[in-house]
Structure formats: C-alpha cells, structure tokens
C-alpha cells in the first residue's frame, strides 16, 4: 500500500494538500457565512435561505465558464487565481464590516463568490489528476483523495464554529482568507501544473463554440450521458431529503440534538468507508459494474428514512447514514473515475465542470421539491416519494451498455 500510493507522485500529493487545505476553508465559510448573517447581522430564515441560493445559483451559470478557462489556461494559474478570488472577497468582506456596514448583500456576493470559485478550483483539480498519476493507480488516487477530504469535511465546521466563538466576525473572514492563502501558496509549489502546452489565443475557438463542444461530447458518450443523468436524478432527490431531514429527525421522529449529531457522524464515517473501498470494489468488479451496484445500494438506503417512522427511528437513521454515506461516497469516486478516463485531455476542464455544474444546480432545485411535497402531503410521505425518485437512479447503469462498459472510450 505504501508503494502504492508512493507511485501517486510528488505534485498529486502537494496538489491533495492544497485541496485540503482549500476544502477546509470552504467547510469553515460554511459555518461562518451563516453565523454572521444571524448573529451579527440579526438576519432570519429567509436570509438564511437567500444565501444557499447565492452561493448555489451563481456557481451552476458561471463555472461551465470556468471549464473553459481550465482547458484554456495553465492549471497552476487558474488554481491560484481562484484561491485569490476567495481570499480577496473574505478580506473585503471583513474590511467592509468593519468600516460599519451592516448590509446583509455582503454576504450575498461574498456566498456567490465563493461558490464560483469553489466550483471552478475543484474542478480543475479534478483535471489534473489524470495527468500527476500514472493510468493504473488513477482509481486509487481518487480513492485517496475523497476520503481525505471527507475527513477535512467531518472536521471543518467545528473548526468553523471554534473560530467563530473565540474570534470576532472581522477576524474570523481574515482567518478564512488566510486558509486560501496558504492554499494558493501550497499549489505553486506543484511544478507539473506549469509545463501544460497551450494553443495560441488566436488559434482558439469562441467561448460559446467550445462550451456546445463540451455539450455535445457528453451527450454524445452513453457513460458519461447516464452519469449526468444518474447524477442529477440521486442529487434531486437526496437534497429534497437534505432539506426536511432535521425537521423531520426532530418533529416527526422526536430525537433529541444528542441523537441527531451521533447519526451524521455515521455517515461521515460510511463516506470515509466509501472512499476508502471504492478502488478495491473496481478492482474486483469493473467500473461500469460498481457503479451500478454502488447507486442501487445509495438509492436503497434512503427508504430507511420513512420506515424510521414505524419504530426504532434512532438505530434506523444510523444505518441509513452509515450504508448512504458509504455507498454514495464510492459511487461518486468511481464516476470521477470513470469521467477521467474518457474524456479526452482537451476537454476535460469542460465536461468536468460542466457535470459539476448539475451537482451544484440539483441542490436547490431539490430542496425546493422537498419543501413542496411536505407542504402537501407531510413529512413522512414526502421522504417516501423522494425515496422513490432516487430508486429510479440505478436504472441509468444497469443497461448493459453502461455496466460492461470499458473505462476508456475509443478516442
């Protein structure tokens, strides 16, 4: 195992340390924005609300547009450029609070700033891999790098609200920015990021041109066709889930905060499995085959979640946490895996962010669902028919042509 990961090289390493780092601040902001919204700005739930959306909407439009700058620019540059971006707008945002103004909008264009910029630098993180690890430890990579960073997820927010309650709000934004620094200084040390050979700005097709390209490649491709559609079909369903689960845990279930906290730290551990299993279980199967598996298992758990209401609700979410967390987390490891794989070096900051993009754009849309459906119908049902919709997400990987499927797609 040691040789192994020895194999991954020295720039994918120092790249998983700058991921590191910058996922840590952005679990940190995640924290951090809401609490000054309500805490030192009085705001309330809509406002709490508004700021998913700005941190959300923004980086579903505009990070196509930073695939696009991926296969244009030299990886380095966009990496550090977007760990600038977040640091900036922090440092900005605690200069503006600490010059008096109180104005809620800071905190709007600061989300959607960082949202973007977010999406854009993981992104082009997920570009690089491919070309800072050798073909056959690729799957191990990934492997690698989810699991790290589902633990900086497990720890970040309580990282989040540390800072917050030892710092005031000025010093906590400066504190964050910091971590984007240090991020950004981490990437430059990563010398094959540099050596990427560009095509003359005048030799370029139009922005539009190569957007429709990237469009077209992924429909064009039966894997990467059904892993957007997958994607899209599990996301929905699970946000509209994400959205209800605590009113629901708290209302409907009647478990106490204690209880609720033990549950979530199930599924960080199941994520951690996940990532951990993912390169193992392709190994054993082929990628085409764990997928599918790995999504039927996902989609599955989730009707332990309206069963809870039958009895034993408390030891049901544990399951369901734990089995969700595992199996989605391996399901969406071996999908960038796979994504890597066929998709052709040139386009592949394109179709990166562009499946990106559907991640982030499903989360909203499937609160929005959520939130509808247990206005009409209640809060159990609501999970049931949302438990339901992702049961359709398997459908788009057991078809023959997507569950033998080779990795690699005839260039």
């Known amino acids: 195992m040691a040789l192994a990961l020895e194999r991954l090289g020295r720039d994918w390493w120092v790249l998983l340390v700058a991921q590191a780092i910058s996922t840590t601040g952005t679990q940190v902001t995640v924290v951090l924005v809401p609490a000054v919204a309500i805490l030192a700005f009085g705001s309330g739930i809509g406002s709490a609300t508004l700021l998913l959306v700005a941190e959300f909407l923004p980086a579903a439009l505009l990070g196509p547009f930073g695939g696009v700058l991926i296969d244009r620019l030299r990886l380095r540059s966009v990496l550090v450029s977007m760990d600038f971006v977040r640091a900036f707008a922090l440092a900005g945002a605690a200069v503006a609070i600490a010059s008096g103004v109180q104005s809620i909008w800071i905190l709007y264009v600061l989300a959607g700033v960082l949202g973007v910029a977010s999406a854009v630098f993981d992104s082009g993180v997920e570009t690089a891999i491919p070309s800072l690890v050798p073909d056959s430890q690729l799957d191990r990579a990934n492997a ?29 934004l400066l504190l964050n920015a910091a971590a984007f620094l240090a991020s950004a200084v981490v990437v430059v040390a990563a010398t094959a990021l540099r050596s990427k050979v560009h095509a003359d700005p005048a030799e370029r097709p139009s922005v539009r041109r190569q957007l ?27 946000s509209g889930i994400g959205a209800l689960f605590f009113v629901y845990a708290y209302q409907q279930l009647l478990l106490d905060p204690g209880q609720v906290g033990l549950t979530m730290s199930a599924f960080s551990l199941g994520a951690v499995v996940g990532a951990a299993g993912s390169a193992w279980l392709t190994r054993r199967l082929n990628a085409g085959l764990a997928c599918a598996l790995c999504a039927s298992v996902a989609a599955g758990a989730l009707f332990l979640i309206p069963a809870a209401a039958l009895g034993r609700p408390f030891e049901l979410l544990i399951v369901y946490q734990f089995v969700f967390g595992a199996a989605a987390t391996a399901w969406a490891t071996i999908l960038l895996s796979l994504r890597q794989r066929r998709t052709v070096p040139a386009m592949l900051g394109r179709v990166s962010a562009l499946m990106n993009a559907v991640t982030v754009a499903t989360v909203p849309v499937g609160a929005v669902i959520g939130t509808v459906l247990a206005g009409i119908m209640g809060l159990t049902s609501a999970m049931l028919v949302l438990a339901v919709l992702a049961a359709a997400t398997p459908m788009f990987y057991w078809s023959p042509g997507f569950r033998i499927t080779g990795s690699r797609r005839a260039f």
């Open 212 to 238: 429709r390209e990237a469009v077209r490649y992924l429909h064009e491709d039966l894997v990467l066709r059904r892993s957007v559609l997958g994607t899209a079909t599990l996301n929905v369903a699970g």
């Open 144 to 172: 690698t790098r989810s699991g790290l960073l589902n633990l900086v997820r497990i720890a970040g927010p309580g990282l989040g609200g540390l800072v917050i309650a030892v710092a005031s709000t000025q010093v906590a």
